[in-house]
């Protein structure tokens, strides 16, 4: 699809205008945006997930048994949704997408923005009334309304080290202050665009209030740095170090002189800058799943020879729930396929097209080296067979 076509989920704005004018910018409401939006999940059943080992699940209780604003983790029982009251409570469960293939489809309308910059689909439920307070989050986000009525307040943007209530789980403001017409009440289909950096509120004003979260993920510069300077620290020599060949004497052999700044300096920037090396440790980053269990490796290896028959015979691949690849080109015919942390050299053309694919069928067997590919993704767990409905 063109970057200039008119997308109803955007309001009828083209990727290029929501991307020069709003994205990271400023909120866009977005009336309507799935007019036919049917949730997958009811509530019980987004409870049924929160009771689930391995799921990240919060339950936020404005007035808990043990005191305001009591948060609780997952795994849960009937029990605590049995002793819950009628109003003024969330369940927020991460990464539905994860789990859910129907909610994961949904990631597929958001193809207007880079794939591996999607970080999960969160959803929260709550009855009247239920909300986590005032808050600022550090990434992009869609806040798409799939039943029931939000409201959602503005405060506007707010720096990172606004005073919050103390002595609580939670990053609640202490100040808020809602801004002029940025108040409203968001119905079925309904979608917020939040830049980060923004203040706000979200308020159940239903009984079956489900709020679906597309995030960005976006690594801080603490993050970045550290992970890179680990990664580039793997692959350089022993060998390599401070040297300072042909130096001046010390005028005071205790000082640290600036010669010995810049030479320290240039060893780090040189071994640093390196942009082959951003770019393959950019994307192992940016593919590494969100929970380093999510991907459950073959016990057996695959043999290449029953993948390709298989595939030969109608049977077909897709990524796991959770899995990301992306591509990088290395030169005009060889390119870098990254796979959930993963860096694979392979022909440009079939990385790309790996990358893209929601199903892999026997269509990329053209691809000479698409079996061996195939099959290392496939016992890697960052690839599965595509199942029967009935299945």
Not at 17 to 31: A, H, K, S, T, V
Not at 143 to 159: D, E, K, N, T, Y
Not at 197 to 203: D, K, L, T
Not at 343 to 370: Q, T, V, W
Request: negative net charge.
């Amino acid at each position: 699809m063109s970057s200039d076509t008119p997308l109803p989920m955007l309001g009828g704005l083209t990727a290029t205008e929501f991307l020069r004018d709003y994205w990271q910018q400023q909120p866009l409401l977005i009336r309507g945006a799935f007019p036919d939006i049917e949730s997958p999940l009811s509530p019980d059943e987004l409870a049924g997930l929160a009771c689930e080992d391995n799921i990240e699940a919060r339950l936020v209780e404005e007035n808990g048994p043990e005191g305001p604003w009591q948060v609780s983790h997952g795994p849960f029982d009937e029990a605590t949704f049995a002793r819950l009251p009628e109003r003024d409570w969330t369940l927020l469960v991460q990464a539905v997408d994860h789990y859910v293939p129907e909610v994961a489809q949904l990631l597929e309308r958001f193809t207007f923005l880079p794939r591996w910059r999607l970080d999960d689909i969160m959803i929260s439920y709550a009855p009247p009334g239920g909300n986590v307070g005032p808050h600022v989050d550090q990434y992009d986000v869609f806040l798409l309304q799939a039943s029931g009525q939000r409201q959602w307040q503005l405060g506007g943007q707010v720096p990172e080290d606004a005073p919050i209530i103390q002595g609580i789980d939670l990053k609640i403001l202490q100040r808020f202050e809602v801004q002029p017409d940025k108040d409203w009440i968001l119905e079925p289909g309904d979608m917020l665009y939040l830049p980060p950096g923004w203040a706000h509120h979200g308020i159940s004003r239903a009984d079956d209030c489900m709020t679906f979260s597309i995030g960005f993920r976006a690594h801080s510069a603490d993050e970045a740095v550290t992970s890179y300077a680990d990664y580039i620290g793997e692959q350089l020599p022993g060998s390599k170090r401070y040297a300072d060949a042909g130096m001046a004497a010390p005028a005071d052999p205790a000082e640290i002189d600036d010669a010995s700044l810049a030479r320290m300096r240039t060893l780090i920037l040189e071994s640093l800058d390196d942009p082959d090396q951003m770019a393959q440790w950019f994307g192992r980053v940016m593919t590494q799943p969100k929970y380093v269990d999510q991907l459950v490796p073959n016990d057996t290896p695959t043999d290449p020879d029953e993948l390709v028959a298989a595939l030969h015979a109608g049977e077909a691949l897709e990524p796991s729930l959770g899995s990301r690849l992306a591509w990088r080109a290395l030169d005009d015919q060889q390119a870098t396929l990254f796979a959930d942390g993963d860096g694979i050299r392979c022909a440009l053309p079939l990385a790309r097209d790996l990358a893209n694919a929601s199903l892999m069928d026997a269509g990329l067997l053209s691809h000479a080296e698409a079996p061996a590919l195939l099959t290392r993704l496939l016992d890697a767990g960052s690839l599965d067979w595509v199942q029967d409905d009935e299945d």
